[in-house]
């Protein structure tokens, strides 16, 4: 299993951006298909952003066009850049890991998970 542990979150105004990061740990992170959820208060955690293998990635509607998310395998790292931020991004991102060859945007298909890192869009 993989362990992971998001960073870069913050607080920022609507308009603003912010690259959030997650660090795994593993011989294994090339093959897994990563991730970005998130979670607002009193919301059902949503998928954001996923990214495979082979580097095939795939998007929700609400980030379509400001979210860009990569993957540095060297550095087993994921990254989300979120651009135009908007207060309804407000919440806490998790990155996760599944074992899937192909893209996922159900929780339930990704066995690990980071502590989340929260972020605050003030408008």
């Known amino acids: 299993q993989v362990q992971l542990v998001e960073s870069g979150g913050g607080l920022v105004q609507a308009g603003d951006s912010l690259r959030l990061s997650c660090a795994a740990s593993?011989?294994?992170?090339?093959?897994?298909?990563m991730a970005w959820f998130r979670q607002a208060p009193g919301k059902e955690r949503e998928f954001v952003a996923g990214?495979?293998?082979?580097?095939?990635?795939y998007y929700a509607d609400s980030g379509t066009g400001r979210f860009t998310i990569s993957r540095d395998n060297a550095k087993k790292t994921l990254y989300l850049q979120m651009n135009s931020l908007k207060p309804e991004d407000t919440a806490v991102y998790y990155c996760?890991?599944?074992?899937?060859?192909?893209?996922?945007?159900?929780?339930?298909?990704?066995?690990?998970w980071g502590p989340g890192t929260q972020v605050t869009v003030s408008s």
């Open positions: 996760a890991a599944s074992t899937r060859r192909v893209g996922s945007r159900t929780s339930s298909d990704f066995g690990s």
């Open positions: 593993g011989r294994t992170f090339s093959t897994y298909t």
């Open positions: 990214i495979t293998w082979n580097t095939t990635t």
